[in-house]
């Protein structure tokens, strides 16, 4: 399955929703992605032309396997996933193959990824943190370097038990196989690269 395009902007019913929850947000997106159709691009037609993105998010949604970008209330595409092997529910610990829950920021671009291209993510955030500490998998000392660099911006511990290096990349095959990572097509991940920056927010949803 490759991504679908959707052109213009949702519907005035549909901005009002996503202005009023997150929950509504995912229901706009996917009536938009329903009412648009497959784009050439999704049926293996001519190569999806090159976007322009001022206030780019993503919002993915594991238990349908897409992840939405969007430039403020606009959908501009939907691209199919993969995620980690053990895909329900939260990210826990190191090596337990769940793709995280929650919100997260782009915090790492690497273009020489062996899986085509990488975005990192903030991950472990504050409520894994909380979590972890409470059923001891870190230290005091761990989670208060986590929440430092999680209010400077900066990268949290890729290193400890609660897992790290979780992120966006390419390399995608149709099934749930990532270590906790969401991957795309490389074609997809291609553009996905180009359009996000250090800092644009990125919501995983159940």
């Known amino acids: 399955m490759t991504g679908t395009t959707t052109k213009g902007r949702l519907d005035h ?4 929703q996503t202005a009023a929850s997150a929950a509504a947000l995912v229901t706009a997106v996917s ?6 159709g497959a784009s050439r691009w999704a049926s293996g037609g001519d190569p999806a032309p090159v976007i322009s993105v001022t206030a780019p ?22 691209y ?5 092997n053990a895909p329900v529910g939260p990210k826990r610990r190191l090596g337990d193959g769940r793709t995280p829950i929650g919100r997260f920021r782009v915090i790492a671009k690497n273009a020489d ?5 990488f975005i990192g993510l903030d991950y472990p955030d504050i409520a894994a943190t909380e979590w972890g500490l409470a059923n001891g998998l870190i230290s005091h ?19 400890t038990a609660l897992g790290g290096g979780i992120g966006i990349h390419g390399r995608r095959v149709g099934r749930d196989w990532t270590g906790g990572c969401i991957a795309l097509a490389d074609e997809h991940m291609e553009e996905l690269f180009k359009v996000l920056r250090i800092g644009d927010p990125v919501e995983i949803l159940p």
């Open 57 to 78: 998010h993503v919002v993915v949604i594991k238990s349908k396997r897409v992840l939405h970008l969007l430039d403020g209330d606009r959908l501009l595409r939907t």
């Open 31 to 36: 009536m938009a992605v329903a009412i648009g």
């Open 141 to 159: 000392g761990e989670a208060a370097s986590i929440r430092l660099a999680l209010a400077t911006g900066g990268c949290p511990s890729w290193s």
């Open 80 to 84: 199919s996933i993969d995620l980690g």
């Open 13 to 16: 019913r549909a901005r009002a």
């Open 113 to 117: 990824s062996p899986y085509s291209r």
